[in-house]
């Protein structure tokens, strides 16, 4: 019988990441991650299953060569880190899930052997000695949690060098013991700093040398982190924006710039990106802008929070919008100014009512 490739993923620190942050932040990071790393499967790999925070692929009767070995483990530590500096670099949540998401780590096995499997609910799922010695090579002694570990098996099949080491890798010896038995293998730690990461859009800045077209502040019952959640969790916003037909957004993503987000109002759709803009050090923003609602040019929209006490915060609404042509102006100033200043205000009164009524339960 053939031997098959067994590559197993993991993202190390996920359990303290769980049991120290906010769950629910914690769980999208974390699926965020794991897509990505399903993305960057290159070599047509099977993903037999997710594993909380880890991924068991395998390809049946079959071993990637050298190269494509080393060259699959590459990529997926480059796009793993890419988003990580993505989580870093566009992050508007304060939250410990959110802060410390960068701080999050991945380590690799990659084994082979000969495959047995058993049908689960019509899925077919690869089990056997291979499948329980892959898995046991995750618990090891390697003094990191940033590594690419490939048993003496696996290795002595595709002819990889004990002391293989290029730009990304720099493979050494290691042997631990299970169950009586000493399994050996090699491993290389991972240098982020080795990877050419992939680039991505730094969520947008923006300035305004006018003041706002329109203001609105009120004080709440809430911390400043707790009042930014109902603002930035899209699956709230039927709850105080009232007159959309629904909301469409990526229900598996924390919000952060650049995060997009529609809003269909009578059959219409609003696009909204996420935005920021410069405030005190001690406030918490969230901006979102849209260039979808005419006769308008842009229009943005900023929640300015500054906490008062651990319990209590002032909010400040800052609309602003833009209209080249003299037609569009006169639109504004005869009939549109009005309709935003009751919506906004709508929403404003529907968002204390709601934040009220839930710090009063």
């Known amino acids: 019988m053939a031997k098959s490739l067994l590559f197993i993923p993991d993202i190390s620190g996920f359990t303290k990441f769980v049991q120290t942050t906010e769950v629910e932040h914690s769980q999208h990071v974390i699926a965020e991650l794991l897509e990505v790393l399903i993305a960057a499967n290159t070599q047509e790999l099977e993903l037999a299953e997710v594993e909380g925070d880890a991924l068991f692929f395998y390809k049946e009767d079959e071993v990637l060569s050298q190269e494509r070995l080393l060259a699959q483990i590459e990529t997926m530590f480059t796009a793993f880190h890419s988003h990580l500096k993505l989580l870093e670099k566009n ?16 380590k690799l096995v990659a084994h082979c052997g000969e495959l047995q499997y058993l049908s689960v609910q019509g899925k077919r799922k690869p089990f056997g ?27 002595s099949t595709i002819e990889l060098p004990i002391y293989y080491y290029s730009k990304v890798f720099r493979f050494r010896e290691g042997q631990d013991t299970y169950d009586g038995q000493e399994v050996a293998y090699i491993y290389s730690l991972i240098d982020q700093e080795k990877l050419k990461l992939t680039p991505f859009s730094e969520g947008k800045k923006v300035h305004f040398e006018t003041a706002p077209n329109l203001t609105n502040e009120v004080s709440l019952p809430i911390s400043a982190p707790a ?23 990526n229900e598996n993503e924390v919000t952060r710039m650049g995060s997009e987000h529609i809003c269909v109002v009578n059959g219409k759709h609003l696009d909204f990106v996420t935005v920021t803009k410069e405030v005190s050090k001690n406030q918490l923003v969230y901006g979102e802008m849209t260039t979808s609602p005419p006769p308008i040019d842009a229009f943005y929209q900023f929640f300015i929070l500054t906490p008062a006490s651990e319990q209590e915060c002032h909010l400040k609404v800052q609309t602003y919008w833009t209209a080249k042509s003299p037609f569009k102006r006169i639109l504004l100033a ?12 709508a929403s404003v009164r529907d968002l204390v009512a709601l934040v009220t009524q839930e710090a009063a339960s």
Do not use: M
């Open 227 to 249: 009042l930014l959640e109902y603002i930035t969790n899209y699956r709230l916003r039927h709850l105080w924006v009232k007159g959309a037909d629904k909301f469409e957004y």
């Open 129 to 155: 000695q291979a499948v329980i010695e892959a898995h046991r090579l995750l618990k090891n002694s390697v003094d990191s949690d940033t590594y690419a570990l490939v048993s003496k098996e696996l290795a």
């Open 91 to 106: 992050r508007i949540c304060p939250c410990n899930a959110c802060a410390t998401a960068p701080e999050l780590k991945l």
């Open 334 to 345: 005869l009939f549109l100014k009005r309709i935003f200043k009751k919506n906004v205000n």
